[in-house]
């Protein structure tokens, strides 16, 4: 097994590697991955076996420890086809071995979630249960099973028969839509977005047919709107936010309603993101039952630790 660290020299083999395995989305690509390589410094891997490339790992460094990746909502080890059992447990022993020989002390691995597989791709799972691994993270994900979707609740279904005079569109005003965000998340949480308004219009310029901005407008006034992260299972919210009056009015729940029904009936699974809090310690209640009004159940999505020093 040879470990090689990434630089540019293997961008396109990364991405057609990518573009081809059981468990990659676009997200692991490397023009999504560099939009801020700037706030990272990259140690990512790839693994050949007999002279084939059979895995990669997207990490970064933070001290001493590696991450795999800080700045990715999912990460692990993306692996083709061809990986089965054994080889997984091989890529392993050569990650373990290269990053302490490389002074590291950890490695805080975070899986994809099984969502986004194409064919099973758990080795890693079963591996890191050999190589000791501590689960230490687990965040709880509400996900439709649009080949099983469960029924609305009485609330959502009464928003929906409300009388409606408003407009949904394929917007590209991510200016307009982050600064409602912000303003959003500012108010309820003190944050703001992971992403800038010009981040998100690079990001879609580069992935137009996996990033996409859904709006409703009344009478031209912007009151509800969901990003999405489309993969090849998967319709994932990665924002949605609601004025007032989009929340009063049912804007955001015939948004929604449109999006399960319509845009994405033909996807697996619905992904309204997670509900959880301090390293998934704490369940925000009213979130998740929102998200579960809309007939979405629990996914969970682990995060382990591996220690190098033994």
């Not at 990659?24 to 939009?35: E, I």
């Not at 692990?76 to 990650?95: E, N």
């Not at 799972?125 to 979707?149: C, E, G, H, M, Q």
Request: aromatic share 12%; with cysteine.
């Amino acid at each position: 097994m040879e470990v090689i660290k990434y630089s540019a020299n293997y961008k396109d083999a990364w991405d057609a590697f990518v573009a081809t395995s059981k468990n990659g989305t676009f997200m692991l690509q490397r023009g999504y991955m560099d939009y801020h390589a700037d706030r990272f410094e990259d140690h990512s891997l790839l693994f050949y076996s007999n002279g084939k490339l059979v895995a990669l790992l997207a990490a970064n460094l933070t001290g001493r420890e590696v991450q795999s990746h800080g700045g990715l909502t999912y990460g692990g080890i993306v692996s083709g086809p061809t990986m089965k059992a054994q080889l997984m447990l091989d890529v392993f022993d050569a990650m373990i071995l290269y990053y302490r020989e490389q002074g590291f002390e950890t490695i805080n691995y975070k899986t994809i979630p099984h969502i986004y597989h194409q064919l099973p791709a758990e080795e890693d799972l079963y591996a890191l249960f050999r190589n000791d691994a501590v689960l230490y993270r687990r965040d709880l994900n509400t996900v439709i099973s649009l080949n099983n979707k469960l029924p609305y609740n009485t609330l959502r279904k009464r928003k929906l028969k409300q009388p409606h005079n408003l407009q949904i569109e394929l917007s590209h005003d991510y200016d307009k839509f982050l600064s409602l965000q912000h303003t959003l998340l500012q108010q309820k949480y003190k944050t703001a977005p992971a992403h800038t308004a010009a981040e998100m219009h690079l990001l879609a310029s580069r992935f137009p047919e996996n990033i996409k901005l859904y709006t409703v407008l009344n009478q031209e006034v912007l009151i509800a709107g969901v990003i999405v992260y489309e993969t090849a299972s998967v319709a994932h919210c990665q924002y949605i936010a609601a004025t007032p009056e989009g929340k009063t009015s049912g804007a955001l729940d015939m948004l929604i309603d449109h999006l399960v029904a319509e845009e994405y009936q033909h996807k697996h699974y619905f992904s309204f993101g997670v509900s959880t809090e301090q390293q998934g310690r704490y369940l925000n209640q009213n979130l998740v039952r929102n998200k579960e009004s809309f007939g979405g159940r629990t996914i969970a999505h682990d995060f382990y630790i591996i220690q190098l020093l033994k």
